[in-house]
């Protein structure tokens, strides 16, 4: 800035001593600034910046269903988010009344009064989404990359893992694994759940006559189903076989164990301490502290739990009471960028690493890099869109391949980093309409103030 005025005022003397009147240079003032600072890079002036409009487009098969939203300002900047994945749209429509006219830099501000709108699960979608395009907005008026607004990062490149789809033959799946490793992949996730055991006699003690899908919407403890020694033993020898083929030096997780009591997720996790396992997430539902707490100490295996925990204080309770080894946000539900660096932050200083779930296009990716970043604590992103070709091409101004062996580098552009492709988008919606107008949405309906 100081050279800017300098060459302002370089300019200045050369009309007074080109016979120019010093009022005649004062009237033009504004235009020596504008010419000085004509090459400044200046997306947009801050401080006048306006939320204008809230849209959506939503995606299909990426795998999963993904809202994508895109706030509109009144300086022709737009800022990108993402519903979580499988969540509905409409979780960030209903915030629009209350975003309209704001500024989208004071972006803690504003989510601190939409975070009222969001619960744990897809609940959250919608606010994280907010926050999500509310950074991509302040980035592209500063000119900055989000992690450099949340403090600067510890990493240039974000680690990867990535899911892989189930086979009841643990050969096929140890050489699936197998390219994961030749893909790069430094750090590995297995699904290992009681499916597994479907059709093998006396693997799995339930209620007899009730069917695997009657528990899909019961919590753990309440479905009395428990793993026989022999189903114990099939699980363990299925970790086995893709130990023999990734080898032990690999971090290898392990996910979807199904609806299963405390005592079975305990016997499982002795019987697979012999795997190093790097972490066996969701045995029980989060919100059971002290049944985690119990599965914890009982085992040798590091246990991990979160993606579905809206907000730091829940992670924090986990975090104090040492219920897991590893937290693993989803920031799509959990409360977006910076609520979510700040779970990892109070891990951190509990010595408490944090693992980040994630499931969605490249627009939420990059809000999840940002925070990787920008958080010390933090050991590995997943991705669950490897095996989906198109998943890279629906946005532009990144470096592609966006995933590339088993890491994503941080982008150093303005924002998020990433625009949409329309063409692509436009040939992947799960629903007619590509960020059509939400007038609807516009009047604030509700008196919502939390206290009185
Ligand atoms: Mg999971």
Known sequence: MKRLLKQAMGRRSFLKTAGISMAFAAASMEEEIAYATQN????????????????????????????????????????????????????????????????????????????????????????????????????KAYGVPVYQMLGGKYRDRIRLYCDTDMSNDPKVY????????????????????????????????RPLGRSPRATFNTPHPFTAIEITPKGIELMAEYVAAVREVVGYEVPLAADHFGHIGVNSCIKLGKALEPYQMAWLEDMVPWQYTDLWKQITNSIDVPTLTGEDIYLKEEFNKLVDAKAVDIIHPDLATSGGILETKKIGDYAEEQGVPMAMHFAGTPVSCMANVHCAAATQGFLVLENHSVDVPWWDSMVTGIEKPIMERGYIRVP??????????????KEHLAEPGYFEATSEWDRRDSHDRLWS
């Open 40 to 139: 400044v890079n200046r997306n947009s002036s801050p401080s006048e910046l306006k939320i204008t409009d809230l849209r959506v487009a939503v995606v299909k098969d990426a795998p999963m269903r993904c809202p994508i939203i895109r706030i509109d300002t009144n300086q022709g900047i737009s800022g990108l988010g993402e519903v979580r994945d499988g969540a509905s749209k409409k979780y960030a429509l209903m915030l629009k009344s209350r975003l309209l006219g704001e500024n989208p830099c004071n972006v803690e501000k504003l989510f601190k009064t939409v975070k009222q709108f969001g619960h744990h699960g897809r609940q959250g979608g919608g606010v994280c989404a907010v926050e999500m395009a509310l950074w991509d907005l302040a980035g």
């Open 174 to 205: 140890a050489e699936r694994m197998k390219k994961r490793l030749e893909a790069g992949f430094t750090f590995l996730k297995m699904d290992l759940g009681i499916g597994l055991l479907r059709d093998i006699p006396n693997t799995v003690t």
């Open 412 to 425: 150093e552009t303005p924002g998020l980093g990433v625009e949409l492709n329309e063409e692509v988008i």
